[in-house]
């Protein structure tokens, strides 16, 4: 079973920035398309950010101008840069990933935003 680690939220003032991590068991041959999604409390999860493995990013229309997603060097890594962050952006944040065609999702990570 492959494994999907997300790291890096937290509690931030609005207008803060955090950054996200995730790394995938794939190797970097076997892992293509990765994205973030979130969740806030009584709402479904939405898309976020995503990247091809040829780095093509589409975004939300929420998000877009505060955060990037990238990818890193070892491109089992996908992170996201949130900027200008507000209350809104609460939720908790999970990383998807496609391993040798499969998809796997992480066990997500808590983002709270709040004065």
């Known amino acids: 079973q492959e494994q999907v680690v997300e790291s890096g939220g937290g509690l931030v003032q609005p207008g803060g920035s955090l950054r996200l991590s995730c790394t995938t068991s794939?190797?970097?041959?076997?892992?293509?398309?990765m994205g973030w999604y979130r969740q806030a409390p009584g709402k479904q999860r939405e898309l976020v950010a995503v990247?091809?493995?040829?780095?093509?990013?589409n975004y939300a229309e929420s998000v877009k101008g505060r955060f990037t997603i990238s990818r890193g060097n070892a491109k089992n890594t996908v992170y996201l840069q949130m900027n200008s962050l507000s209350p809104e952006d609460t939720a908790v944040y999970y990383c998807?990933?496609?391993?040798?065609?499969?998809?796997?999702w992480g066990q997500g990570t808590q983002v709270t935003v709040s004065s």
């Open positions: 794939g190797s970097i041959f076997d892992t293509g398309f």
């Open positions: 998807n990933a496609e391993i040798r065609m499969n998809f796997y």
């Open positions: 990247i091809t493995s040829g780095g093509v990013t």
